[in-house]
């Protein structure tokens, strides 16, 4: 899991997550990161899943972020 202090960090506007599969949440406040523009996830498969747009369940919680690229793992 990402650390619940992330949301400390209002000034950051670039997330990137990679290859990390052993990550399989969000921290709850990431929606309190407001200048947060872009968030790429790859390659953690369960995480990417979770995220995706308009059905993922963490979609709620990251659908005010400009660019969101979820990239799932390759076979």
Request: proline share 7%; charged share 25%; glycine share 4%.
């Given at each position: 899991?990402?650390?619940?202090?992330?949301?400390?960090?209002?000034?950051?506007?670039?997330l990137g997550?990679?290859?990390?599969?052993?990550?399989?949440?969000l921290p709850?406040?990431?929606?309190?990161?407001t200048k947060?523009?872009?968030?790429?996830?790859?390659?953690?498969?369960?995480?990417?899943?979770?995220?995706?747009?308009?059905?993922?369940?963490?979609?709620?919680?990251?659908?005010?972020?400009?660019?969101?690229?979820?990239?799932?793992?390759?076979?």
């Amino acid at each position: 899991m990402l650390p619940e202090w992330l949301s400390s960090l209002t000034n950051l506007k670039t997330l990137g997550v990679s290859y990390c599969p052993k990550i399989l949440s969000l921290p709850n406040n990431i929606h309190q990161l407001t200048k947060l523009e872009s968030l790429m996830i790859e390659g953690c498969l369960e995480l990417c899943r979770k995220c995706l747009r308009h059905v993922g369940e963490f979609w709620p919680k990251i659908s005010h972020i400009k660019h969101v690229d979820i990239k799932e793992p390759e076979d």
